[in-house]
Each structure stands twice: as C-alpha cells, then as structure tokens.
C-alpha cells in the first residue's frame, strides 16, 4: 500500500477517534492511542509490520514540539505564584513514584522479565531505573479535560493542574539521568569518575548550554524579522527545533533536555512568547499529537505485551504508591491544607504525553534492544489504562473536596 495513502488513514483515523473519545468523556489522547492500536500491523493486515519502524523522523520531530510546549509552561512568573506547596509536591510525588518503581521492579523483574542471559547490569537493574524514571511524570491533559468539563474551583483543583504541568520536568531529567546511567551498566563499564560523573554530567550541562543557546538564537530572530506573520513563526520553530535535536544528536547530549531549555529561554525572555505559542497551539498542536499518539499505538508489541501483563499491573501499583505517598508528604512538609493532602493525588494518576515519546526513544538506542519493547508495552498499555482510570479518578476526588457540584456531576 502507499506510504502517503497510509499516513492519510493514520491521521484521519487519529483525529476521528480523538474526537469520538471526547464526546464520551475521555482525553483525546485515549482515542487517538486506541486508533494507532486498530491500525496496528499485528491487528490492520494491511498495513507492512515495519512501517512503524520507519516513523521515526516523524516521531521525534512531533516529539521536539511537544518538549518545546512543555518548556514554555516554565515562565518565571507563573512559577513564582504557584509558591511552596506545589512546588514541594511536585517533586516529592514525581521522585516517590520514581523510587517506588524502581525499588518494586527490582525485587519483581528477575521473576517476571523472562530474557534470555538476563543480568542484574544487562537488564534488571537499566530496566527498574528506566522504568522509574518513565513513571514520574503525569500527563495534565487528563486533569485539564475535567476542569474544562465542570469547571472546580479551589485549592485541589489548581494544585492538581500545577503539579501535573511541571512533573513533566523532573520526569526528563530524571529519565536523562537513568539513560545514561543504564547505558554504563549495559555496556559493563567499570566503575571510574570519567563515566559514572563526568560523563552524566557532560550531558546534562551540554543540553542545558546548547538549549539555552538556541533559545538566544530563537530570540534573536524574531526580534529581528519584521514580518510577524504565523507562517513565518511556524519555519522558525520547526527550524529550531529541528536543528537543536540534530545538534543534541551528534553532540552526544540528550535532545530533549535541550529541546526543554531552549523553551524556557524563549518563554522568559521573548516579548513575542504569547504570539509565539498560541501560534502552535492553534496550527500544529492537533496534528503533532494525532500523528505522534497514533503511531505510538502502532508501536505496541502484544505478544510481549501478553508476556508482561505482572510487570504492567505491578508498574501501576507502585507508581500509584508512589504518587499518593509523595503527594501527602510533599503537603504536610508544605503545611497545604488536609483537603490538598488527601485528595491531590487523584488527580496526578493520568500518565501518557511524553514518556511514550521518551520510551519510543529509547528503542532507537541499540544498547537498549533487550528491553525497549518491554518499556514501550509497559508504558503504552498503562497509558491507556490510566488514561481511562484517571480523569474519573480526578472526579471523584474534586467533589469529595467540595469543589464540584454534586448534583452537575455527570
């Protein structure tokens, strides 16, 4: 079949089941996962069982925009508002889940990862690390849509939306810690100070200096053109971004850190940063998450799926500890209120977005082949449950906090 005429259903396809899953309740991200799910080879015959493999341009480029958006949630202002209390939970329930995942699958994978010449350094140890680190963030899309539908209004409701905006941080650079960390150990590299420190190191420090500099460079474009309009707007952000993950690429840091910081650079430091990303939000942002969600869909192995359903149920289970453990002791250190304490974490459940992006980039790596489809099957299939789970989860805890109406519930 034509590879243009694949892409034309594979869109169409994304968009119609976004837009059925919205009218029953649910994120457009579930539709759009479940249409890349029907438009599985293993599933639509007629599409060849390697074209998912041959997405990959397409996948980080829709995955560079998304990085970028996420970047420009940081503005210094809107920070600065949110004060102590979110910040503290956001990174006690995003490093909690990142802990109890990682301390879960290290005691259950040498049961359940059946891999041939399985080691604790080939594949138990990169696997719980990876694994932790891909279960930090929170997709807000989830938590967004029932705001948008019911409309809460208080305390739990905009702690709930201002932790699951910026967990997607600390996810990243928890991830970029991980990669580096389980590639040493895949690779039996000795331990030394050159590849346990400084090498880590080189690749944080490289990303946030080559983001922030293209960010400058961002900057300094549209400060010079004269011609603002959306079109112009749109060739230099996919320029940019473009070039930054290639650069990230040969320089040897991780693309999307760079990718982050370049975002934050253009949000606090771009007169024009409203224009800017509204322009993305109204002409890109559909089409990148159609695209990006559906073939992650098409990604899904399910026989290795089948193989870790006890990795994918225990996977949930310890994230959900987690995220409820972090949450409470992240507002008790912050003095929130016992409202905040108790009912936040119901809507930091919700998990998709950008960790599918960072699991289909770990398959790109070759020293992650012995466990790439495992995390892509894992992280997939708990995206679409929680997808499903999360936003009546967020429901029930907004009116248990008062802040929905009961009798408009439904």
Request: charge should be neutral; proline fraction near 4%; hydrophobic fraction near 55%.
């Amino acid at each position: 079949m034509s590879t243009i005429l694949i892409v034309g259903i594979i869109v169409f396809t994304g968009f119609i089941c976004g837009e059925i899953a919205e009218r029953i309740g649910l994120p457009k991200v579930t539709g759009y996962i479940t249409a890349g799910v029907l438009l599985n080879p293993s599933i639509s015959r007629f599409i060849p069982g390697n074209f998912p493999e041959h997405t990959v341009i397409v996948t980080n480029i829709a995955l560079a925009f998304i990085t970028f958006s996420i970047g420009g949630t940081l503005l210094y202002s809107r920070v600065k508002e949110l004060g102590r209390g979110i910040f503290c939970i956001t990174v006690f329930e995003a490093e909690f889940a990142f802990l109890a995942i990682f301390a879960g699958f290290l005691a259950i994978t040498p049961f359940f990862a059946r891999i041939p010449g399985a080691t604790w350094t080939s594949v138990f140890i990169p696997l719980a690390l990876l694994a932790g680190s891909l279960g930090s963030p929170t997709d807000p899309s989830a938590t967004l849509a029932v705001k948008q539908e019911y409309h809460p209004d208080g305390e739990v409701s905009s702690t709930m939306l201002g932790v699951a905006a910026f967990d997607d941080v600390l996810g990243i650079i928890n991830y970029s810690v991980a990669v580096v960390i389980a590639g040493a150990l895949i690779a039996h590299e000795r331990f030394s100070i050159p590849t346990t420190l400084l090498r880590p190191l080189f690749i944080i420090t490289g990303s946030l200096v080559l983001g922030a500099a293209l960010g400058s460079v961002f900057n300094a474009i549209t400060a010079f053109i004269k011609k603002e309009t959306e079109g112009v707007f749109i060739m230099v952000i996919f320029g940019l971004l473009a070039g930054c993950f290639g650069l990230a690429t040969v320089i040897g840091v991780n693309e999307l850190l760079a990718i982050m910081t370049m975002g934050v650079v253009v949000v606090n430091f771009n007169e024009k940063r409203e224009k800017i990303f509204k322009v993305m939000e109204r002409y890109v942002d559909e089409l990148i998450f159609v695209l990006f969600f559906t073939l992650s869909g098409m990604h899904l192995d399910f026989s290795v799926l089948a193989a870790t359903g006890p990795l994918l149920l225990c996977f949930i289970l310890f994230r959900t500890v987690g995220k409820v453990s972090g949450t409470m002791l992240g507002a008790a250190i912050a003095g929130s209120s016992p409202s905040v304490r108790k009912y936040t974490a119901g809507g930091l459940i919700p998990q998709g977005g950008i960790v599918i992006g960072l699991a289909l980039m770990m398959k790109q790596d070759p020293a992650f082949e012995a466990i790439s489809d495992i995390m892509i099957s894992l992280i997939i299939g708990s995206a679409v449950i929680h997808e499903l789970v999360g936003p009546v989860l967020a429901k029930i805890m907004l009116k248990k906090a008062g802040e929905i109406e009961t009798s408009g519930g439904s």
